[in-house]
């Protein structure tokens, strides 16, 4: 295969490894390339697990037992996992970091894969591989990298949406039926006498019930979202301002552009935001939403008063929250819907003084 042919035939499997569902089907994928399209025949991915570089996949030409379970300190393979370096070596029997799996093996060719683990081709002969080897394997294995990356994020966060949904759950049911029948009882007593305290205990039930609201937003926004869908972020971000309280504030979307995103859960960051900016900067604030300049993204900025240094760093935390009736998962479930969609988020200061918050669209 000419390096033409080869760099158009890399390119065209970089799409299939980098939709992978599996750690497996990303390795299975990436030693059946290296031996169709690198002609490296005898080839394995060893991916790291609690100390180990374990075999998930092995060329069909090699040896039974050409690749096997080895230390991250053993061998090659450890000494390219540990030092992120790739390594050539023209003959095993001459070099002590070699620790061949098989007595047929005479060079070898080792890549990391990331912080992942290692890709590893050998030869049955010395001085089979040259920096050109090095150089398309490298190529190939960016993107399995690429794949164990999302795969590594979309585990993370599916594990962490579902403690959260089951917490989420429990919260819901053990708390909503006797809450409902507290506010009821106390609506009651509140027709019998007139008393500050009832009607600071019904303010005190609502911010509960609001606490509900938003563990089960929490709990569900976070899912990734797989197939997202040109959305137009003004109609979004006008139908997010019509739903909120927004007193005698303003809006400013300047854009008429789309973006790629799930509808529903994008209105639904942009509601969390709108009220973030009303709660915090004032009935009268002036909000103002539009794309970034020179990336892909948006922005949302206010000129309310701002966010402190300290503030920033904690401002995305569950428990976070300067005004004395919100809940503290406002800015949370905005942080858990941009994660699903693959975005950024981060805060700076507007223009005006206020907060901006920047959304970069990775994913697009």
Known sequence: MDREAELTALHDIAT??????????????????AAEILDFHICSVELHEDGWLVPYAVSESSPAGGARRMRVDQG???????SGESHIVGDVTADDDSDPADSAYQSGLSVPIGDHGVFQAVGTEPNFFDDGDRERAELLVSHT??????????A???????????????VSHDLRSPLSVATSRVELAVTECNSEHLDKTLDALGQMEGLIDDLLTLSRQGEVI????????????????????????????????TINADR??????????FRNSIQHGGQTVAVTVGLLDGQAGFFVADDGVGVSADDAETLFEPDYSTDADGTG??????????EAHGW????TESDSGGARFEFILESS
Do not use: M, Y
């Open 16 to 33: 299939t490894i980098q939709s992978a569902d599996t750690a497996e089907e990303a390795a299975e994928q990436t030693v059946a390339a």
């Open 76 to 82: 090659l393979a450890g000494k390219t996992f540990q």
């Open 145 to 154: 990298a690429g794949a164990l990356d999302r795969i590594d994020r979309e």
């Open 156 to 170: 993370t966060l599916e594990e962490k949406n579902e403690r959260l949904e089951a917490f989420a759950s429990i």
């Open 226 to 257: 797989d197939d997202p869908n040109p959305v137009s972020l003004r109609t979004v971000a006008s139908e997010a301002w019509g739903v909120v309280e927004t007193h005698d504030s303003t809006i400013d979307i300047q854009t008429t552009d």
């Open 264 to 273: 529903d859960r994008l209105r639904q960051l942009l509601v969390n935001l």
């Open 329 to 338: 998962l406002g800015l949370r479930i905005v942080e858990q819907i941009t």
């Open 344 to 347: 950024t988020v981060g805060v």
